[in-house]
């Protein structure tokens, strides 16, 4: 049995999201005290230390603000069927899977989220990984290749503006 999970957890979500900033930072502070005469370990170690903290603070604000808003679930791609929150579902019971452009969620970065439509009106959601280059949802492409799903992918990109959006 094949089995890809397409919902990333929040820790891959947190790092692929807020790795490039930490990058910026902790680099340029690592080059400048390998280029000074004066070389404090404790001073490094105080700027590295504070930018972990600030770091950590922004990953779990971040997460008890979608936990506080949303219902993420946990979504695996079968070969013959969709399991959200360990519940199968068959590709009759499906409507419409949309990629959701969220904006005004969580400051003033987009959140990109997968939209499940199912026929009986419930809608699911869960993160999208981290888009490609050419920004193309990498979940969107893979359902548009799996053979009982491609017809209820939706090839448009929908936006939303903030949570309250996702209920109305």
């Known amino acids: 049995m094949n089995r890809k999970f397409l919902s990333p957890t929040y820790l891959a979500f947190s790092c692929s999201r807020l790795g490039p900033i930490v990058l910026w ?3 340029p502070v690592s080059v400048i005290y390998f280029m000074t005469n004066e070389r ?7 700027v590295l230390l504070t930018c972990a903290v600030f770091v950590s603070y922004l990953c779990i604000s971040e997460y008890f603000r979608l936990k506080k808003n949303i219902h993420l679930c946990r979504v695996i791609l079968e ?5 959200i929150d360990d519940v199968i579902y068959q ?6 899977i949309a990629s959701v452009r969220l904006v005004n969620a969580l400051d003033k970065y987009y ?3 997968v939209e499940i439509k199912m026929v009986n009106g419930d ?3 869960f993160l999208d990984k981290p888009m490609n280059w050419r920004f193309e949802s990498p979940t969107i492409r893979l359902l ?6 491609s017809t209820k992918v939706n090839n448009q990109q929908v936006e939303k503006d ?6 109305g």
Not at 91 to 96: L, R, T, V
Not at 144 to 149: G, I, T
């Open 25 to 27: 930072v902790a680099v």
């Open 40 to 46: 404090d370990p404790v001073l490094l170690l105080c």
């Open 79 to 83: 070969d013959e069927h969709l399991r």
């Open 91 to 96: 590709s009759d019971q499906i409507d419409q």
């Open 111 to 113: 959140l990109y989220l």
């Open 123 to 125: 809608k699911h959601y």
């Open 144 to 149: 548009k290749r799996h053979n009982l799903l």
């Open 162 to 167: 903030g949570f309250s959006s996702l209920y």
